[in-house]
């Protein structure tokens, strides 16, 4: 059973994993790769409330009112659900000594959600299959999964400090 420190650890360490991904990111933009545009989440969120759920290119669809905003909020608003979904797949006793393989393994299986679901609907196609390279797309996903998931134990390990 979840206990109310149970949904609060899951909010942290979403919290946290989601921000140890946003650091990779920008770490990544020093180098010139691009991370993904949260204001191109947000644009196809609010596109949701019409019934439109897929775009052929989302960068061409109308701008909406609030969209980065609304794109970022969702950006740690799902890092929360995947560490709730993680720590509710976990034997009880992660929290109290998380494991790193774990959660690791988590990161890079979560990538099966960009890669089958937000690409294809953002009009990048299945695992980034319409980007002008997307092979580089492709590992650049997978690795910043990884990191969510690095993410995820060094959150639940900080976590125990408190």
């Known amino acids: 059973m979840f206990s109310a420190l149970d949904w609060l650890a899951a ?11 946003d650091l990779w990111a920008l770490l990544l933009g020093k180098f010139g790769i691009s991370s993904l545009n949260f204001c191109m989440v947000g644009r196809w969120l609010c ?3 019409y019934g439109k759920w897929q775009h052929l290119a989302i960068n061409k669809a109308a701008a ?5 905003a609304i794109g970022w909020f969702s950006h ?4 929360v659900i995947f560490a709730l979904i993680f720590l509710l797949l976990m034997p009880d006793n ?4 998380p494991s790193f393989i774990p959660a ?11 890669f089958f679901i937000m ?22 996903s997978i690795l910043s999964h990884a990191v969510f998931g690095v993410g995820l134990y060094l959150s639940a390990m900080v976590l125990l400090q408190f």
């Open 11 to 21: 909010i942290v360490i979403g919290i946290g994993a989601t921000a140890i991904l």
């Open 47 to 49: 596109f949701m409330r």
């Open 64 to 68: 909406q009112p609030n969209e980065c």
């Open 76 to 79: 740690y608003f799902i890092g």
């Open 94 to 97: 992660w929290l109290a000594a």
């Open 104 to 114: 690791l393994l988590f990161g890079l299986l979560s990538v099966v959600i960009p």
């Open 119 to 140: 690409q294809p609907a953002l009009g990048l196609g299945i695992a980034a299959a319409k980007t002008p390279a997307p092979m580089a797309a492709r590992v650049k």
